[in-house]
C-alpha cells in the first residue's frame, strides 16, 4: 500500500537525525546504546537502498557450485554441510571466493568502511 | 520486578552477613557496560574500614559457553593465589541472598576501553605488549589442578568441536564459519601440554594505568589448551582496532608479545602455531556474536548490543575469510 510522504527512508534518516542529535547530551552508558541504535538506523537505510538483485545472482551462483536448484536458504544450508563434510575441500578456492562475495555485500549493508580498500571482486 | 533499592538493601544484607551487624554499603554506582552480567559497585563500610568492591551477578544462559559465576570466582581465586594482577575475589552469593549467582570482588582501577588505552601514549607504552607476552606466560605456568573442573568445559576438550556443536544450537547457516572450522580441522595442529588459558584475553579486558596492567578481568572463557589459542586470540584483527597493522592487539607487532612471553619463561612459541589459533580466534568471535544474535531473536535477553551483535559476525566473517586467503595478516 501506497503511503504519503514522507517515505520510509526520510523516516528513518529522521530517527537517525535524532539520536545522532540526542546522542552526545546522555550520560555514558546510553550515549554508547545511542550510538549502536544510530548504527542500527544506518544498517536499515543501506539495507532498505540496496538492490534485491544481490541474492538473485547469489543464488545462481550457489546452485552452480552446489549443482542443484533451490533458494537462498535451503541451498546456503546445503552449502554449510558440504563444507563440513569435506565435499568441497578440491574446490576450496572457488567455495571461499563464492563466500567472501556474499560476505562482501553482507558488509556493504552492515559497515562499508570495514572493507579493506580494494575489495576483491 | 525488583527496583534498585530492592536491590541495594539486598547487597547490604548480603554485607552484613559477612562482615557484621554493623556493616553497611554506601556510594552504590551501575555502570552501563552491556552484556548479559549486572554489575555494580559500591564501598563496603565496617567499623573504620571502608572498602570499594565490585559486584558481578552472573545468570546462567541455556546454551551459554560461558563458566558460572562460581567457576568464575574458584578461577580468579587460583590465579589470585598465584599473584596474578586479578581483582581479589573476596566473597560469593549464595541462596539465603536471593541475588542469584554472583560474587564480590575488589575494586581495581585502571582504564579498561581499548580505544583509550591505545589512543594514550601514558597507556599505550612501548613496553606494554612485552608485559602483556609476560602476564601470559606467568598466567599459563598456573597449575591446574585448583581448576581441574575446567577440563570438563567443551572447549577444553576440543575447542573445534565446541564451536560447532554451538553452531548447531543457534541455528542459523553461515557458510564462512563453516570454511573457517574446516580449515581449522585440516590444519589441526599435533596436541600439545594442556595448559590453564583465560580464553579471551585482549585489552578489552584488563584494566590498565600508566604502570602497567592492574587487572585481568573476565574470566567466564578460562578453560584449558594450546597456550597458542591465547597468544592468537590476542592478536586477531578484531582486537587491533585502528592499528591492524600492528597484531599484538594494536600495541606493536606479534614478536613484541611472543619475545616478552618467552622472556618471561613461557615455553618457546611457533609463531605458524599462533597464526593458527588467530584463525580459530576470528571463527570463535563471529561464533559469539551469532550467539548474542540467537539470545536476542529468541527473546532470552534483547536489546540493541546483542542485535548489532548478530549483524556484526558478517564483519568478522570477512576478516575471516581474507585471512584464509592471505590478503589479511
Known sequence: ????????????????????????????????????????????????????GADRAFEARLAGLLGVPGDVASLTGSLCEAIRSGELDRR?????????????????????????????? | MSTDADVDASYGRAVRRRFGAGARIEAVTRPTLGGANTTVVFDIVHGATRRRVVSRQTPTLIGSPFLNGHQQFEVMR??????????????????????????????????????????????????????????????????????????????????LAAQRDRMDIYGEPHPAIELGLRWLERHRPPGTAKRLLHGDFRVGNLLVDAGGVRGVLDWECSHFGDVHEDLGWFCARPWRFSRPDLAAGGLGPREALLDGYEAAGGRAVDLARVRYWEVFALTRWAVLNVMQAHGHVRGIRRGLVFAACGRNASLVEYDLLMTLTGDFD
Open chain 1, 1 to 52: 500500500m501506497a503511503q504519503y510522504q514522507p517515505d520510509l527512508n526520510d523516516v528513518l534518516r529522521t530517527v537517525r537525525a535524532f539520536l545522532e542529535d540526542v546522542g552526545p547530551r546522555l550520560g555514558e552508558g546510553d550515549r554508547y546504546q545511542a550510538r549502536v541504535a544510530t548504527f542500527l538506523v544506518g544498517v536499515a537505510e543501506r539495507e532498505l537502498a540496496s538492490a534485491e
Open chain 1, 92 to 121: 576450496w578456492d572457488e567455495t571461499v571466493a563464492l563466500v567472501l562475495g556474499d560476505v562482501v555485500e553482507k558488509v556493504k549493508i552492515v559497515r562499508p568502511d570495514h572493507l579493506a580498500t580494494k575489495p576483491r571482486p
Open chain 2, 78 to 159: 587460583a590465579v589470585h593465589a598465584q599473584g596474578l594482577p586479578v581483582p581479589e575475589p573476596l566473597f560469593e552469593y549464595d541462596a539465603v541472598d536471593g541475588l542469584g549467582e554472583g560474587f564480590v570482588v575488589a575494586f581495581t582501577s585502571g582504564e579498561t576501553l581499548p580505544q583509550r588505552i591505545l589512543r594514550s601514549k601514558e597507556l599505550a607504552r612501548p613496553e606494554l605488549a612485552g608485559e602483556l607476552g609476560g602476564l601470559l606466560a606467568q598466567l599459563h605456568a598456573c597449575p591446574t589442578e585448583p581448576v581441574g573442573f575446567l577440563a570438563s568445559v567443551a572447549d577444553s576438550c576440543d575447542p
